[in-house]
């Protein structure tokens, strides 16, 4: 697997002066707005001391104490980059996300006052891609998984089906990525980490191609309609079932047998895929072809 990191594209850094000064008066609380209300301002970074993020963020304000089902109740939200909330004096619940990164504080508001809480994220980005090293890939087939560090992969991932060329937000730390090109047996896997502040470019290397496969009576003809079919592998386990005159799938370079079952008649044909070469593959329906269903056990 080929790799590429960068810095995560953020906007220039908000003026510094004096900056830490009213952010540690803001967080006691300085008498700056009406009475009988506080005014909550918070916003957040990737990585400690860094610019703050300016977009893609969810923030929520929720009640300290449970409500209905035990529930905390949701008192206000915000997608701006800096989140500003006029609030009843009391105890909340502040959370901000961005993608799969998360942080809660616990703030206590005091009425006339207004307060500024910063949110660390320690978080990164991820932008998946893969490669055929032998032609071009059809970046719409691939779809990637990805698994926390360590977690089995009959559990539920953290992510499913991304897509090649999105970004996507995750905290920093280790992950397994699993890519999928097309329906069939073309999987590749790698282990990746995430640094905070960092936009990691991945990009997973396939060996596998496109193939039709197409039943028909004689060389450049019509798929026969009503044809379903089943694609075994070297080692006679099936890798795809389909029913359609033609048959769409990507395969792993290897040797195959593609069988046609058309109303009561069965034909099989081996063939070969070569990395990079998509191919359309014709069985002939013919007696040279035909096998009856005791020769397929």
Not at 124 to 135: Q, V
Not at 227 to 246: F, H, K, L, P, Y
Not at 256 to 277: E, H, P, R, W
Request: glycine share 10%; net charge negative; hydrophobic share 40%.
């Amino acid at each position: 697997m080929a790799v590429r990191q960068a810095a995560a594209a953020q906007a220039p850094a908000i003026a510094q002066h004096n900056q830490g000064e009213a952010a540690a008066d803001n967080k006691r609380g300085i008498d700056v707005t009406s009475p009988g209300q506080a005014e909550l301002t918070m916003k957040a970074h990737l990585t400690e001391g860094g610019p703050p993020v300016r977009q893609g963020l969810q923030w929520r304000v929720y009640g300290a104490n449970p409500g209905l089902g035990n529930k905390l109740p949701l008192i206000a939200q915000s997608t701006d980059s800096f989140a500003r909330f006029s609030l009843k004096p009391g105890d909340y619940i502040a959370f901000v996300a961005f993608g799969r990164a998360g942080m809660s504080k616990a703030v206590t508001l005091a009425g006339g006052k207004t307060y500024m809480e910063d949110f660390n994220l320690n978080a990164g980005g991820l932008k998946l891609n893969a490669i055929l090293p032998d032609g071009k890939i059809n970046e719409k087939q691939l779809h990637f998984t990805i698994y926390n560090e360590g977690q089995l992969s009959e559990q539920k991932p953290l992510i499913e089906d991304a897509k090649a060329g999105d970004i996507i937000r995750l905290p920093a730390g280790a992950y397994h990525i699993v890519c999928n090109y097309g329906q069939g047996n073309a999987v590749t896997r790698s282990d990746i980490r995430i640094e905070a502040g960092k936009l990691l470019e991945a990009t997973m290397q396939q060996r596998a191609a496109q193939i039709i496969l197409k039943l028909v009576r004689q060389t450049g003809g019509e798929a026969l309609a009503d044809t379903s079919w089943a694609i075994m592998n070297d080692s006679g386990d099936i890798v795809r079932e389909i029913a359609n005159a033609n048959a769409y799938i990507i395969l792993a370079e290897g040797n195959y047998v593609a069988v046609a079952k058309n109303k009561d008649k069965i034909y099989q044909k081996g063939f070969t895929v070569l990395s990079g070469k998509d191919e359309e593959i014709e069985v002939a329906a013919t007696a040279q072809n035909s096998v009856d269903e005791d020769g397929m056990d």
